[in-house]
Each structure stands twice: as C-alpha cells, then as structure tokens.
C-alpha cells in the first residue's frame, strides 16, 4: 500500500488522483498500460503526459475536465486554440448562455448589416468585433455544459446509454 503524499504544490493530475483515494499503484492497476513510475513523473512534473495517457486518467479518476486542462495548458496547439474550462453548476451555465445568447439576439440585425455585403469595414470593426466576443461566450457556455455532462456521467448521475438514447 503506498503512502500518503505531504506534498505542498500538487498539480491537478496528483489531485484528481488523491480525490479518490487512489494510490498510484491503485491507479496504474485501473489503467493497465500506465506504470505507478509514470504517474509519479507526470505528478512531480518530471514528465509531460502524452494525450493517450490524459484520456485514461481522465476516465479512471472520473475526471474529464483533465482533458480541457491539459489541452488548453500544456499541448501548444491547444494553448492557443483551447479556452480553459471550469467546472459551474448547471444554472450558473444556463444563467451565462442565456444573457449570451439575449446580447446576441438584440445585435443579429446589425451582424446582417456588416455582413451582408462580405466585407467589414473600418467603421463597421468595433460592433462586428463585440458580437463575436458575445459569440465566443456563447461557444465557452457550450463547451462548459459539455463538460458539466461529461462530469455528471463520470459521477454515475446521469446514465449515458440514456443520454445516448435521446440523443438519436
């Protein structure tokens, strides 16, 4: 049996792992191709995961937003491309998209007036820039309900095969 971390600095793979009550050895067994060695270089930061290893972890340590944080902190792409995520509760989700989605709807005319020639112009710049930051927060609002699903699912709150079902 291993033994309790008293480490201070923990990074969000030890944490999610410790949230558990999983030990390492525990944790690799769960994984199968994951050795108690590699976990403790990816904890220690001694080693960068590889995204393979980040899915299984995500899954064993019922975990998904694992997978945002890695993308949107440490795969380079993803550092430019992939917003961070944070797990919210479903109404504050709601509650965002839908101010989102109201700022958005009272702007679509003016969005069909820049746009309906092709071209944005100078002048044009400012409100067609504002609308797409309201669209950006639409799209966070999305993906944070995903993972708000993902979440629930890993938590056994919400049945997949159910989701799945319904989502035909």
């Known amino acids: 049996m291993g033994k309790k971390s008293i480490k201070e600095n923990k990074n969000i793979y030890q944490l999610s ?23 403790e270089k990816i904890e220690s930061e ?4 590889h995204p393979d290893e980040i899915l299984a972890m995500a899954q064993c340590y019922k975990a998904p937003d694992l997978c945002n944080y890695y993308c949107s902190h440490e795969c380079p792409i993803g550092q430019e491309k992939v917003p ?55 799209s966070l609002s999305v993906n944070t309900l995903q993972l708000w699903i993902d979440k629930t699912i890993a938590d056994g709150k919400i049945d997949p095969k159910l989701l799945e079902y319904f989502n035909k």
Not at 46 to 49: D, E, Q, R
Not at 88 to 114: F, P
Request: no cysteine.
């Open 46 to 49: 001694k080693s960068l995961p």
């Open 84 to 138: 961070e995520l944070k797990l919210k509760d479903l109404s504050q989700i709601v509650l965002e998209m839908l101010a989102s989605l109201n700022a958005v709807d009272h702007e679509k005319n003016r969005l069909i007036e820049i746009t309906v020639d092709g071209e944005i112009s100078k002048d044009e710049m400012q409100d067609f820039i504002a609308i797409k930051n309201q669209l950006d927060k639409i």
């Open 17 to 39: 792992r410790e949230k558990l009550d999983l030990t390492r050895e525990k944790a690799s067994e769960q994984m199968t191709y994951i050795s108690a060695d590699r976990i």
